[in-house]
Every structure is written in structure tokens, then in C-alpha cells.
């Protein structure tokens, strides 16, 4: 499988800023013609064929188990198992999932709303995430958190934010803490293009430049905020340029190849954690369900659906696979472990407790959060 082209190149921090506005979504004269991206036989050449089938094994296991987890919590919201909003990650499952998988494990991300994928991906267990979604004791943050609020300090997840925007600075200041104790610790924090016009986006990358911090901006281009397409929200639709008015490295490109974003975050991360320097990338992905479950998406066709569809990086991956060695009995033991997996997070979500006053009690009206 060839791993689609990038939209345009890394630039360097070197590179200036157009001395005028440059057409929709082109690049300033300065900037390289574009690559032709990295074919997945590229960055897995230090692995065996054997050792890259079993990576890409893991990786795509990682995002079947995002997935049907996902579905599984769509069908509890209509069922009224789950309250409130549901934003899901299905069609973007490649971005964390290969992101984090260029991280250390002691490595921080933290990111927006549509964060159960992103905490998965970071380690948290899937009975841990259904029961925060159900409310329950059990869950992350004791049932108190919800869907948009995945926290799990053991793993470096420092939470899921409801405030568009307004987690980025508080990311560069994760990113800060990192460089003051010299700890060598890499932060990403994850945003959609719909932040990228909010103060909190330009104060974050102002600052991590001027610092130098290390940490990586991810701008997950959906193509909607909510529900507004590119072409009414920005106008230009390139986010990484962005990175040029701050001095800093950019990178853009398609998401079609879970081992494509692990190479390219991964470079951006090598020099986050050697060199101390930020970077931009913009990732292009698109998600399969509305911005949440009230959203019916109805500002898209189902021909436009449809064609994405066609390159879901999970049934790439899975091709992949195939042409790595693994055969259809492989691939299905594989899927069905991750099936029963999704089943037992559901069932331990629908049997765990609720929480109770003496806990809504201590969070709310008592202790340090009351004063």
C-alpha cells in the first residue's frame, strides 16, 4: 500500500513568511516543492518483515479496539446509558494511535473533547473509559469526569478538554514543566482545525517557540468544525503555514497509513526530545460520525462518506497485513480477542456502582476543590 502524498512539505523554521497572501491553500515561494511522502517499506527498513507485521499487528489492533469501542458507546448513548455528549473518534483511530506510538511512556498528551481514542491509545484500560462514559465509580476519574474529561495520570494523559482551544497553552505549560526539570519528557497536544482562529492556539505556539519547548502541536483536520466546512472557516486552508509566523517546524499530510503518521510524529517528537524546538503538524483525517451524537451531519453526502470510506486507514492497515504474511485465521483470532475485550469493558461498565454522596459529596462541597 503507498501511503498518499503529503499536502506539503516540513519547512523549516528558517523559511520566511510570504510577503503576501498566497492563493487557497498554496505555499510561499520559499517554501520546497513537495516530497512524495514515505511509503510504509521506507519507515519500517530497520524491521524484518516479520518484526513489521507483528508492529503493524499491534498498532492495528490498537485502533479495531478504539473502534468498536466507539460503536459500542454510540449504542449506549441511545439506549440512555450514557448521558450528556458523545463525541466519537471513529475514521481518525490512525492519527493517535500512530502518534503515540513515536512517545516514550512516560511521555504527556493531552488534547480536546474527542479523547476516548487518544486516552486509549495512551493506555488507559477499556473498562476504565466505558465506565467513565456510564458515570460509574469505576471509571478514570471516579464517574465524575464524563466523556469529554478522560484523565489518567499513570499514563500521561492529562485530559480531555471541553474549552476549544483553551487546552493548548495549558500544553505548552505541561511542556515547560518537562524542560524546567530537564526530563526529557515530549508532550503532544491534539486539536481540530476548528482552534486554530481561538487566542489560546496562538498564545500556546508564541510561547513553546519563544522557549523553546518541547512539545508537538497536532491539528487534526477533520475538514468540519462541527458542522462548517474549510472553505467558510479559514481562509487559508493550509494550518501549517500557521507555523511560519512563530518561527517553528511544520509538517501536513494525509492520514491514510498508521505507520506513515508513527514515522512523521515520530520526527517531530526526535526533535522535541533532542533539540528542545516545537513543531506544527497538520494531519488531514476525517471522521466517519457527525461531530457528536446529535449532529445527523447532514452538511456532507453519503457519496462524500463514502469515498473516505474507501481509505479507512483501519482496512488498510488490515491489507497491509495481509501482504505482510498474515493470514485471514490470523487476522480474525486477532479481532475476535479484541471482541471479547470490548465485551467484558461493556459488561463491567453496566455492573459498576454509581458513585455515591459520600464521593459527590468530597469533590463538590468539601476539601480543596470547595474553598
Keep these: 500500500m503507498q501511503s498518499s502524498p503529503p499536502l506539503e512539505p516540513a519547512a523549516s523554521s528558517a523559511a520566511p513568511a510570504p510577503a503576501s497572501a498566497a492563493p487557497r491553500g498554496a505555499a510561499p515561494a520559499s517554501v520546497a516543492p513537495p516530497s512524495q511522502g514515505h511509503a510504509p517499506e521506507e519507515h519500517a527498513a530497520t524491521r524484518s518483515t516479520e518484526d513489521q507485521a507483528e508492529h503493524l499487528a499491534d498498532l492495528y489492533r490498537q485502533m479495531i479496539l478504539i473502534r468498536r469501542l466507539e460503536e459500542e458507546a454510540a449504542r449506549a448513548y441511545a439506549m440512555g446509558k450514557i448521558g450528556g455528549f458523545l463525541h466519537l473518534y471513529i475514521g481518525q483511530e490512525a492519527v493517535a494511535v500512530g502518534a503515540i506510538a513515536a512517545l516514550e511512556p512516560t511521555d504527556y498528551v493531552v488534547t ?116 462548517t466546512p474549510l472553505s467558510r472557516s ?18 501536513r499530510f494525509f492520514v491514510t497509513d498508521v505507520l506513515e503518521v508513527e514515522q512523521r510524529i515520530g520526527e517531530a517528537v526526535k526533535r522535541a526530545r533532542e533539540d528542545s524546538l516545537p513543531t506544527l503538524i497538520e494531519v488531514r483525517t476525517y471522521r466517519f460520525r457527525g461531530h457528536s451524537m446529535s449532529d445527523p451531519a447532514k452538511y456532507r453526502t453519503q457519496a462524500e462518506l463514502e469515498d473516505h470510506k474507501k481509505r479507512d486507514p483501519v482496512h488498510l492497515a488490515r491489507t497491509m497485513l495481509g501482504t505482510l504474511g498474515l493470514n485471514e485465521a490470523q487476522l480474525k483470532l486477532l479481532e475476535d480477542g479484541v471482541e471479547e475485550e470490548v465485551q467484558a469493558a461493556v459488561k463491567f461498565a453496566d455492573e459498576s456502582p454509581e458513585p455515591d454522596v459520600s464521593l459527590l459529596a468530597a469533590t463538590t462541597y468539601e476539601g480543596p476543590f470547595a474553598s
Design 234 to 251: 479559514m481562509s487559508v486552508e493550509d494550518v501549517s503555514m500557521k507555523a511560519l509566523g512563530y518561527g517553528i517546524d511544520r509538517d
Design 112 to 227: 480536546t473533547y474527542r479523547d476516548h481514542g487518544i486516552a486509549m491509545a495512551k493506555g488507559m484500560s477499556p473498562g476504565a473509559l466505558m465506565a467513565e462514559l456510564w458515570g460509574k465509580q469505576t471509571g478514570c476519574s471516579q464517574g465524575l469526569g464524563g466523556s469529554m474529561h478522560m484523565f489518567d495520570k499513570e499514563h500521561g494523559m492529562l485530559g480531555g478538554y471541553g474549552i476549544v482551544g483553551g487546552h493548548i497553552p495549558l500544553a505548552a505549560g505541561v511542556a515547560f514543566a518537562s524542560k524546567y526539570r530537564a526530563d526529557r519528557r515530549v508532550t503532544l497536544c491534539f486539536f481540530g482545525e476548528g482552534a486554530v482562529s481561538i487566542a489560546g492556539f496562538h498564545e500556546g505556539l508564541s510561547l513553546a517557540a519563544l522557549w523553546k519547548l518541547p512539545i508537538v502541536f497536532i491539528c487534526e483536520n477533520n475538514e468540519y468544525s462541527m458542522g
